[in-house]
Nanobody, 125 residues
C-alpha cells in the first residue's frame, strides 16, 4: 500500500516558480509509475505529468510542457514537480498519485492506484 504526503503549495506571482514534493511510504515506491494531476475551481481533475517506474520516462500535458518538470528520487521515496513560469491558469489543487505497480504510465484518473491529499497552488496575475 502506497501512502502519499504532499508539500510545497502556496501563492506565487505569475512568472514565478514552485516545487511540489510527494513523499511515499511504500517500500516498493520505485516500482510504481507516478503522476501529478490538478483540479481548478469548477473544473474536472486533469492530468499534468507522469514518470515511469522503470526508465524514468516523462510525460506532460501540452499546457505545461516546457514549463514543468517531473522527477523522482527512488532512494528517498519522493517525487517532485518543478513548476516554472507559472501562469494564473495554473491555479489549482495539485494531487500526486501512484499508478498500478509495475504498470506502464497511466494518465486516466480512474486508473490510479493511490492518491495523495491535494495542495493548493495559487498564481496571482
Amino acid at each position: 500500500q502506497v501512502q502519499l504526503v504532499k508539500s510545497g503549495g502556496g501563492v506565487v506571482q505569475a512568472g514565478g516558480s514552485l516545487r511540489l514534493s510527494c513523499a511515499a511510504s511504500a517500500r516498493f515506491f520505485s516500482s510504481y509509475p507516478m503522476d501529478w494531476f490538478r483540479q481548478a475551481p469548477g473544473k474536472e481533475r486533469e492530468f499534468v505529468a507522469a514518470i515511469s517506474w522503470n526508465d524514468g520516462s516523462q510525460y506532460y500535458a501540452d499546457s505545461v510542457k516546457g514549463r514543468f518538470t517531473i522527477s523522482r528520487d527512488n532512494a528517498e521515496n519522493t517525487m517532485y514537480l518543478q513548476m516554472n513560469n507559472l501562469k494564473p491558469d495554473d491555479t489549482a489543487v495539485y494531487y500526486c498519485a501512484a499508478g498500478p505497480r509495475f504498470s506502464a504510465v497511466v494518465t486516466d484518473t480512474g486508473r490510479m492506484h493511490t492518491w495523495g491529499k491535494g495542495t493548493l497552488v495559487t498564481v496571482s496575475s
